[in-house]
């Protein structure tokens, strides 16, 4: 009997965290394949960062209010401050796109960017040594205190790729 009791109870709470997961609503329209497209469409890799074969990770948080407007923009960190130029950029024209969960007049996001090449077919030697004298050379941005969180939604990693 137990047994049964347990197991039923089992079988309510899984159908409840289920229920509980629907109700949350991704805070981009259409979603997160549709903010992924969104972000690849919209981030325009510049010839700086294609010239020093430039890769990395920018970590940014922002801001934005119950209309979807993005208020303020926060680099949490990046491996160099030229990968967040496009980023912010692609970040400006997402502009009232974002839905404000439980009718808040403000929210906090935090969206991971990965930004890197494509592989090319031939000269492979040169990318490399590129590649690697961008890194000796990069600056990373760095937090060197707390960062307060406060009720911010870490949203999926949108992974930039660039042709050379």
């Given at each position: 009997m137990k047994k049964l009791l347990i197991i039923a109870l089992f079988i309510l709470s899984s159908?409840?965290?289920?229920a509980q997961e629907g109700d949350l609503a991704?805070?981009?329209?259409?979603?997160?394949?549709?903010?992924?497209?969104?972000?690849?469409?919209?981030?325009?890799?510049?010839?700086?960062?294609?010239?020093?074969?430039?890769?990395?990770?920018?970590?940014?948080?922002?801001?934005?209010?119950?209309?979807?407007?993005?208020?303020?923009i926060v680099i949490y960190y990046a491996d160099d401050y030229m990968l967040t130029l496009p980023v912010i950029e692609a970040l400006r024209k997402s502009n009232k796109k974002w839905i404000i969960p439980n009718k808040e007049k403000f929210h906090d996001f935090i969206i991971p960017f990965s930004i890197s090449y494509n592989a090319p077919a031939t000269g492979v030697a040169e990318v490399q040594k590129a590649a690697y004298a961008y890194?000796?050379?990069?600056?990373?941005?760095?937090?060197?205190?707390?960062?307060?969180?406060?009720?911010?939604?870490?949203?999926?990693?949108?992974?930039?790729?660039?042709?050379?």
């Open positions: 159908a409840l965290a289920k991704f805070p981009f329209q259409g979603g997160s394949p549709i903010m992924i497209r969104f972000f690849t469409d919209s981030l325009q890799v510049g010839q700086d960062i294609k010239d020093k074969k430039a890769s990395g990770m920018a970590v940014i948080k922002f801001t934005a209010d119950i209309s979807g407007q993005i208020q303020k890194f000796k050379q990069r600056k990373p941005i760095l937090t060197k205190d707390q960062l307060p969180l406060n009720a911010a939604t870490l949203l999926p990693v949108v992974v930039v790729k660039y042709d050379l």
